[in-house]
């Protein structure tokens, strides 16, 4: 196998609008709609292989005119922009933007994402959850699982291909994240 020094950044942040937005946040994020799955039984994803959501509007994660959004997708934006800024990567655009929320027996499996990095900013993480954060596999050791210790108000970024999940909620407390893919080229000058 082939050695390498190579390092894949994960990068930490907290929000600086946290304290300021969280509460509107959430109450726009819980009056917002959701599709419906076919059985109409006001339920979009029901638990199955690698999923159980409690609501979620990945299907709407370019619209712009989400009232969430505009309170505060810019700032979430831009503050990622920034923060790859600071690791020469220049252009980022924040393409998809959208929440999770996660209740009682909720999980999101390992899975990958689009782009060329996505990430998390922790909404509502409750201590209560018992959950350290999202948890990651190694990429160059696939049996080395680890969780980035994340506290409320934190927002991550990290490279899409990285395998990632967030584990079963074991908790009457709800999770609540916003997750992001984005697309930026590294600077070649800096």
Sequence with gaps: MLQNKLTTPILKSKFKYHKDIKNK???????????????????????????SFYKHDWNDALNKNRP??????????NQLINMLKKINYDNA???????QQYKLNNFHGWHLHGRNF??????????????KGTEFIDIGNPKNKF????????????????????????????????????????????
Aim: no cysteine; hydrophobic share 35%.
């Design 25 to 51: 946040l959430l109450k726009l994020i819980n009056k917002a709609s959701f599709p419906v799955d076919q059985s109409n039984d006001n339920t979009y994803l029901k638990k199955g292989d690698n999923h």
């Design 68 to 77: 969430w959004y505009k309170l505060t997708g810019e700032k979430i934006s």
């Design 93 to 99: 655009i924040v393409h998809e933007i959208w929440f």
């Design 118 to 131: 996505t990430g998390v900013y922790y909404v509502d993480f409750s201590k209560k959850l018992k959950q």
């Design 147 to 190: 969780v980035l210790n994340v506290k409320e108000g934190d927002m991550i970024i990290f490279p899409s291909n990285i395998w990632h999940r967030s584990p079963e909620i074991k908790s009457d407390s709800t999770k609540t994240i916003i997750s992001y893919n984005i697309e930026s080229i590294i600077n070649e000058t800096a």
